[in-house]
């Protein structure tokens, strides 16, 4: 039987109970087991998911050492020889996973957005250069099959009620990587516009007016977001970028205001259920994606829009 | 201090041209450029030589030799060194490849700390910081967007790092490899007149396997790990679109569909 082995993060443990879904598309309808291994204490959300959770118990480890997490992992998949290893691409996944790829010498493959099997042959799709273009890409060796996921991509939407069992594990050696976390200041949490059901989003058409966004976001009970043009002129931050560099969002309305919708940004969008494009070039890419094109100036449409429904009375929508 | 920056030079993402034809991308080298992560390396090195002008820096990249007159560009602005690990038989390296060439050249080199970006704007997998580490013993941290200077010699380093949600500041041990981002905002001096003409050719010096001695099946296509099998742009669903003005019309079309869907 195929073993799958996911990475549990601490800062994400949701969205690393979802790579169970890439685990499936993987290793298909044969039979697999699929293991999270965890270094942080909170697996709630992964018992019921998984058929075992490995939990690691030193408590020595720092967490955001990649030199001592990688350790463990390898002694962890030497111990274990599972046949795939998935890891989410956070901040601490992404330096972990290359990390493991070269202590195991094995290919990795980077931010996965999708993943296709046929027969026995596996094609790992990931975007290149900023998003613009996709590569399919093969894995070459004996594995084991390993890549990092892009969050929000996959959503596990199997059995959470399984009944998971729990090893605890003592590493035999932990690597001090002479790391030392100094001090932490959270940021202020503007929103986060992955769980936002509008999205009012503007791209370089309305540069000059994104403040507007705003005022017609407030109207609908939604967020602004952005396209990378906004974020890179630093009009906007970099917390509320949607697309390839910024986030996978999957709102029920995503009102695209002059964002042209080149495939870095068209990315960031999975699951939307409405779209409206407003553009004054029609036929650029985010229109075919539209349920609504609406064809003209996109600052000047806002404003009307937003008027409207102040107009109507349109009632403000909790958030 | 010793330091080296690893560098990367990458297409303009913004205006390459596409093949659709034979789905190749078209690189038109007069239009690379030092990848952003990467110019914040070089600049921040640059800045601690400004201040202690005995430290010694060095910039090293794996390309093609027709990069050589951006390397230049950077010897022209103080950087000491600049190495070029350049072969025809690196060619298609994935990334277990290209870090395990560079870790060699590395491997013989003395230096305090190691310097990279942390993405590369072309391949974006930020495989090579954390792979060139693990080859070296190094630890390695990306997303810095700051680096102390006044914290900053031979025994460690303490820098921030800045997540969606936080900022971290960490002491790091050296030798070991940091990579910053854009939003570091360290940026490039420009070269002054008198050195734009300068002849910088003596520093900078090209690496074949000759010197690193892989055996051919060891590295390029044929070494890698992973291989492209096709790459194209996205096709997408599309929809049955209705297209409307932005005049009062159109606001009142739109309106309604919002009005429909409950969205107002």
């Known amino acids: 039987m195929?073993?799958?082995?996911?990475?549990?993060?601490?800062?994400?443990?949701?969205?690393?109970?979802?790579?169970?879904?890439?685990?499936?598309?993987?290793?298909?309808?044969?039979?697999?087991?699929t293991v999270g291994a965890a270094l942080h204490r909170d697996i709630d959300p992964a018992m019921g998911a998984f058929d075992r959770v490995i939990q690691v118990t030193r408590p020595d480890i720092k967490l955001y050492d990649p030199a001592a997490v990688t350790g463990v992992m390898l002694e962890l998949q030497q111990a274990n020889g599972f046949d795939s290893i998935l890891v989410p691409a956070t901040p601490f996944g992404r330096m972990l996973a290359p990390r493991l790829a070269m202590g195991l010498g094995t290919g990795l493959v980077a931010d996965v957005t999708a993943i296709r099997k046929e027969g026995d042959a596996l094609e790992i799709i990931r975007p290149a250069f900023s998003g613009r273009l996709l590569a399919g890409i093969r894995f070459i060796g004996d594995g084991p099959i390993m890549m990092s996921i892009?969050?929000?991509?996959?959503?596990?939407?199997?059995?959470?009620?399984?009944?998971?069992?729990?090893?605890?594990?003592?590493?035999?050696?932990?690597?001090?990587?002479?790391?030392?976390?100094?001090?932490?200041?959270?940021?202020?949490?503007?929103y986060d516009i992955r769980k936002s059901d509008v999205l009012v989003s503007g791209g370089g058409g309305v540069k000059k007016n994104f403040h507007q966004l705003e005022r017609?976001?407030?109207?609908?009970?939604?967020?602004?977001?952005?396209?990378?043009?906004?974020?890179?002129?630093?009009?906007?931050?970099?917390?509320?970028?949607?697309?390839?560099?910024?986030?996978?969002?999957?709102?029920?309305?995503?009102?695209?205001?002059?964002?042209?919708?080149?495939?870095?940004?068209?990315?960031?969008?999975?699951?939307?259920?409405?779209?409206?494009?407003?553009?004054?070039?029609?036929?650029?890419?985010?229109?075919?994606?539209a349920d609504i094109v609406v064809e003209g100036d996109a600052g000047t449409f806002v404003e009307k829009l937003a008027d409207k429904i102040e107009a109507q009375g349109g009632h403000q929508n909790e958030h | 201090m010793n330091l080296i920056c690893l560098v990367k030079f990458v297409p303009d993402v913004d205006n390459f041209t596409y093949d659709y034809e034979n789905n190749v991308l078209?690189?038109?080298?007069?239009?690379?450029?030092?990848?952003?992560?990467?110019?914040?390396?070089?600049?921040?090195?640059?800045?601690?030589?400004?201040?202690?002008?005995?430290?010694?820096?060095?910039?090293?990249?794996?390309?093609?030799?027709?990069?050589?007159?951006?390397?230049?560009?950077?010897?022209?602005?103080?950087?000491?060194?600049?190495?070029?690990?350049?072969?025809?038989?690196?060619?298609?390296?994935?990334?277990w490849v290209t870090a395990s060439v560079l870790s060699r050249y590395l491997s013989d080199?003395?230096?305090?700390?190691?310097?990279?970006?942390?993405?590369?704007?072309?391949?974006?997998?930020?495989?090579i910081p954390a792979q060139v580490g693990a080859c070296l013993g190094l630890n390695q941290l990306s997303g810095i967007i700051s680096i102390d200077p006044e914290r900053f010699d031979e025994n460690a380093a303490v820098c921030d790092v800045e997540t969606e949600s936080e900022v971290s500041t960490y002491e790091m041990g050296l030798p070991a490899i940091l990579s910053v981002t854009r939003e570091s905002r360290y940026r490039l001096p420009y070269p002054s007149r008198k050195d734009l003409e300068r002849d910088v050719s003596e520093r900078l010096r090209v690496i074949s396997n000759r010197d690193l001695g892989f055996a051919p099946d060891q590295v390029g296509l044929a070494g890698s790990r992973t291989k492209v099998i096709k790459t194209y742009t996205k096709e997408f669903?599309?929809?049955?679109?209705?297209v409307v003005r932005a005049d009062d019309a159109g606001v009142d079309f739109v309106y309604d569909f919002l009005k429909q869907k409950g969205f107002v």
């Open chain 2, 237 to 242: 669903d599309t929809k049955d679109r209705i």
């Open chain 1, 150 to 190: 892009r969050q929000g991509v996959f959503q596990y939407g199997g059995s959470r009620d399984k009944k998971t069992l729990l090893d605890r594990y003592v590493p035999a050696h932990v690597r001090d990587g002479k790391i030392r976390r100094l001090a932490v200041k959270e940021k202020e949490q503007i």
């Open chain 2, 26 to 95: 078209i690189r038109d080298t007069s239009r690379l450029q030092l990848n952003p992560d990467d110019a914040c390396a070089v600049a921040f090195a640059l800045k601690i030589k400004a201040a202690e002008p005995d430290t010694f820096v060095e910039v090293v990249t794996m390309a093609p030799d027709k990069v050589a007159p951006h390397m230049e560009d950077l010897l022209r602005i103080g950087v000491d060194r600049g190495s070029l690990i350049s072969d025809t038989l690196f060619a298609g390296s994935d990334t």
């Open chain 1, 2 to 33: 195929k073993r799958c082995l996911v990475y549990l993060d601490a800062a994400e443990i949701r969205d690393s109970v979802d790579l169970l879904e890439a685990a499936r598309r993987i290793h298909g309808e044969e039979a697999y087991e």
């Open chain 1, 216 to 289: 017609l976001a407030e109207k609908l009970g939604g967020h602004v977001s952005a396209s990378r043009k906004i974020v890179d002129s630093g009009i906007a931050p970099r917390s509320i970028q949607v697309g390839q560099s910024g986030k996978t969002v999957s709102p029920r309305l995503y009102m695209a205001l002059g964002i042209y919708g080149a495939v870095q940004h068209v990315e960031g969008l999975k699951r939307v259920e409405h779209i409206i494009a407003v553009n004054v070039n029609k036929n650029a890419p985010i229109c075919s994606l």
């Open chain 2, 109 to 127: 080199r003395d230096y305090d700390v190691i310097l990279t970006g942390t993405h590369a704007i072309d391949g974006d997998t930020s495989h």
